[in-house]
């Protein structure tokens, strides 16, 4: 079975420009994470769903952040518009169901601001 | 809350020679979950371990072991004839397992470097 697909796999992009990160997680599985990696801060979580349904976003920066799951085998994490502080790499992580324990993560998107 | 620390910023070991990186961890939740991931320099999050915090025995597979101290709160990863391909960063990571599947709450790291 494929593993948690990413796209793009980087992207750079201008200040004021809209950025849509995708994320495919793996088939059944239940759970779906954003995490973001900075040097600052390190890995820390954005959003997370289970069953499409958004269960937190309090990690979500501010309201140029936004992200969907339109279906089981789609996300999408939006930023409009993108500043350089937003430069970081995006991971899309899934899970099977409540009692898994493992999160399979996809190899991350790598976004750049200029 | 949840909180991991991650003490060590880099580490160095020769080929062959077991290392430990430390994770200490702080947490009122009464059932949570230890893991340790792999990063190497092509950027992908590889799951190397997990403990269960009422597992009773030390969790295996295959070099790593993890060296749980629940009086401690220390959850510290043990490798066992490092090889070249082990050098890479290392994230301490924890999670409630009572209340579904939680986000995981990451250490900052620590970078391990294996010198032949």
């Known amino acids: 079975d494929a593993g948690v697909i990413q796209s793009p796999r980087h992207e750079v992009t201008e200040m004021g420009q809209e950025v849509t990160l995708r994320c495919k997680p793996i088939?059944?599985?239940?759970?779906l994470f954003w995490y973001r990696q900075t040097m600052m801060r390190g890995l820390e979580l954005l959003i997370y769903?289970?069953?499409?349904?958004?269960?937190?976003d309090s990690g979500m920066p501010e309201d140029r952040f936004s992200a969907k799951m339109p279906n089981a085998s789609f996300s999408t994490l939006k930023i409009q518009p993108s500043e350089p502080r937003d430069s970081a790499v995006y991971f899309c992580?899934?899970?099977?169901?409540?009692?898994?324990?493992?999160?399979?993560f996809g190899p991350g998107t790598r976004l750049t601001v200029t | 809350a949840q909180k991991i620390t991650q003490t060590q910023p880099g580490m160095f070991v020769q080929e062959k020679e077991a290392v430990t990186l430390d994770c200490t961890y702080d947490t009122s939740d009464q059932s949570y979950g230890l893991f340790w991931y792999k990063q190497p320099s092509s950027g992908e999050m590889i799951f190397l371990i997990y403990q269960g915090s009422y597992d009773e025995q030390n969790a295996t597979e295959g070099r790593y072991s993890l060296n749980f101290q629940k009086a401690r709160k220390s959850a510290n990863l043990v490798i066992s004839a490092s090889q070249l391909g082990d050098s890479a960063m290392y994230f301490c990571?924890?999670?409630?397992?009572?209340?579904?599947?939680?986000?995981?709450?990451f250490g900052k790291g620590t970078r391990l470097s294996v010198i032949a």
């Open positions: 088939s059944g599985h239940d759970y």
């Open positions: 769903f289970n069953n499409n349904v958004p269960i937190d």
């Open positions: 990571a924890m999670r409630d397992v009572l209340s579904g599947n939680t986000p995981l709450v």
């Open positions: 992580a899934s899970s099977l169901d409540s009692i898994s324990y493992e999160q399979y």
